[in-house]
């Protein structure tokens, strides 16, 4: 089985597709004005941002939805170093890098209002590893 899309609330749809497309290399499959845009990246992934505040309603999010975030996953901590540093220069409010759980990796808020973290891949200790049950 392969994860094939993600879908993400948004407050600025537009503005979202534009950071993803510049800083991340996803490029936009379909907008839909301004309540929604497909993106997907080299691999296949479909990413969706969208505005649907009608669809709120019925549904049990959790009332500080905007902590949700996803992750883009760099080769190298100069490869984190220099994304967080073009970010910065165009004006996003970035965290400074850090050592975060084995990893370098820094967040920032999208313009529509969810987080993104910028990272390397994370070691997993052999003590952290899942062992499947042998029941």
């Not at 503005?15 to 309540?35: I, P, S």
């Not at 309603?57 to 760099?74: A, K, M, N, S, V």
Request: aromatic share 12%; with cysteine; proline share 4%.
């Amino acid at each position: 089985m392969k994860l094939n899309h993600i879908n993400l609330y948004s407050h600025d749809t537009e503005a979202d597709r534009a950071m993803l497309e510049q800083y991340f290399g996803l490029r936009t499959l379909v907008v839909r004005g301004n309540k929604m845009a497909v993106l997907q990246d080299k691999d296949g992934l479909v990413l969706i941002v969208n505005h649907f505040e009608n669809k709120l309603e019925g549904f049990d999010y959790p009332g500080q939805f905007d902590i949700l975030h996803i992750g883009f996953i760099q080769e190298s901590r100069e490869d984190v170093d220099t994304l967080y540093q073009r970010l910065s220069a165009d004006g996003w409010e970035v965290q400074a890098p850090c050592n975060a759980h084995g990893a370098w990796s820094f967040y920032f808020r999208a313009k529509g209002g969810y987080f993104i973290e910028v990272t390397t891949l994370t070691p997993i200790r052999p003590e952290e590893a899942y062992q499947e049950d042998p029941q």
